[in-house]
């Protein structure tokens, strides 16, 4: 055999060669055989690395989900943050604005007791009753006003409809009150009265009774505020 193939060097029969099936022939199956292999494990390497990179596509796949999810809550974490604290920049204006309401209340409570003492002063004299004293206290504590009176009577008269003075607005009781004028010593039948009305005016009654001269005079009243 003098031929041979191109690629493989397979060994051809010429027109005058005599067959050889041990050696010739056996030598080419082999050089096939031994060709074939290694296009097998070609393959098997192919197969193997396309195999190792689905894997390692799937793995970036997963990857690049995993981290739009965690893009995605970022997201949603950055916009809850922000409400977050757009609520809270309301609560703090909301807060000023009470505090500012607050401090005007309590400017305005401070302006009542004020013109309340110009009005209801701490020594009440009465020329016409006398030169009969009285001492006023007020005071308001947690939402109960209180007035407390004290002093001397000194005028043998009825104490009728004496103005003494009037409680501002915002201390003024719902309902009107009346208390009596508690005296010292002996008087005539009947016991004056100081009478506080709706519309905060605070007078005397004496419903005819005579205080009479040098008596000590006293009362006090509260009622709840608000």
Avoid at 123 to 129: A, E, N, P, V
Avoid at 186 to 198: C, E, F, K, N
Wanted: proline fraction near 3%; hydrophobic fraction near 40%.
């Amino acid at each position: 055999m003098a031929g041979q193939t191109t690629y493989y060097q397979l060994e051809t029969y010429e027109s005058n060669d005599v067959p050889d099936l041990r050696d010739q022939y056996n030598s080419s199956m082999n050089k096939i055989d031994a060709a074939l292999n290694t296009i097998a494990n070609t393959a098997n390497s192919a197969a193997t690395g396309v195999s190792g990179a689905v894997t390692d596509a799937s793995t970036a796949l997963a990857a690049a989900s995993t981290a739009q999810t965690s893009a995605a809550q970022a997201t949603a974490d950055a916009a809850n943050a922000v409400s977050i604290a757009n609520e809270a920049s309301s609560q703090i204006s909301q807060a000023a604005t009470d505090a500012s309401a607050a401090l005007t209340a309590a400017n305005a409570a401070q302006l009542d007791i004020t013109n309340f003492k110009n009005t209801f002063p701490a020594d009440y004299s009465r020329t016409d009753l006398g030169n009969s004293t009285l001492h006023c206290y007020f005071r308001c504590i947690r939402g109960v006003a209180r007035i407390d009176i004290a002093g001397v009577a000194n005028y043998s008269g009825a104490w009728d409809s004496t103005t003494i003075g009037t409680i501002p607005a915002g201390y003024r009781p719902t309902d009107q009150i009346i208390v009596p004028l508690m005296m010292s010593g002996s008087r005539s039948t009947g016991m004056p009265r100081l009478v506080i009305a709706t519309n905060g005016t605070i007078t005397t009654d004496g419903a005819g009774v005579a205080l009479g001269t040098n008596k000590e005079v006293e009362t006090f009243v509260s009622w709840p505020v608000g």
